[in-house]
């Protein structure tokens, strides 16, 4: 077990998550490995779902496949683990935070924490029991924001002392040029001066994107404005039925996903986040520390990120016409969309990768600290009864 190793070892921590795909807790997984392994960690990538597709980690991470279709899948994922001997265990989505304490105890973890990415409103009270026992087996969770903290923390018998608050990573996006910009926009169609308005999100009904569609048939086709949304997920084909119905089919562009957005964001004139629920929308964030205009709703996750009037523009949750509004009123100031768009980069310093994933080192740090000095104070309440016990004898 992880006990056993010399105590100048390097600290080994193993990312157990359901799935490697291109969401946010699994893109903030694979950072936070990659740039603890430059630091110095051990990381590990364990992805206990039932297929191996996408299961290529970050280099200097070892990445590990579970095939979850069995009851023995457990037994293997202890085995690795325990192979693996981590002085930490972190989960990353539903399953694995549901199984992280057991996890911890086969696998001989003295701190296991689970990421706490989002809010689920719609939790039957049964979810939100398992959550909250699982929780509170563990060392602790870790949100990105107050709110997501404030959320858990009103789960049975939990408190928010047991949450802390560490933000998403944004890692250093490169420069794009002008013909990358051009070139990206000819691809569709789209031309030079066309407003691009971009999303980056899964299309799922939490990221509110059929508002943002509802918002795009109030503004008259002559404004040649283009709506593109970057991502995947089950809600595509009402998507294209919706922009079919409302004409807009010309100017609704759903390019799929991409782990490397970073084209769009040079492509764009304002970025928009219309979720009605975030845990911290890190593409948001990315755009923000690119220089884009941020237009997002006052969903929680994102009220704490965007600032009205300061790094950004807040519009009400599940208004269309206030988006549509917002636009409108950006594209008519470009002195304020710049200004918005120069404010927004000062973000990035607070969200390097390399800082937030140095958090969260020696928050492990503290707890594996604070997991010694309990061992430590067992083993002499217990040494002190054996030998109270044989001077009795």
Known sequence: MATDRPADAALRIAFVLDRLALGGSEIKAQRLAGALAEAGCETGLFIWSATAADTTGPPATRTQHVDNGTVGSWVRLATALRRFRPDVIHT???RANRAAPLLGLLAGARV?????GNVYPGLT??????????????????????????WWSRLPGLTAERITVIPNPVRPLPGCDRATRLAVRAALGIGEHDPLLLTVAGLRPTKGLPDLLAAATRWPAAARRHVVIVGSGGLRPQLLAQAAAAGLAERVHLVGATPHPERWYAAADLYLQPSHVEGFALAAAEAMAAGLPVIATAAPGLRLLVRHGQTGWVVPVGSPRSLAEAVDALLAQPALAARLGRQARTIAPALALQRVALSYREHWLRLLAAAGTAQAAVRSRTGGRQAAGAAHR
Do not use: C, F, K
């Not at 296991?112 to 706490?116: A, D, H, K, R």
């Not at 049964?126 to 509170?136: E, G, H, K, T």
């Open 125 to 150: 009270w049964r979810a939100r029991l398992w959550d909250a026992l699982a929780l509170r087996a563990t060392s602790g969770g870790i949100a990105p924001t107050e709110d997501v903290r404030a």
């Open 92 to 94: 990353s989505l539903q």
């Open 112 to 116: 296991v924490t689970s990421n706490l």
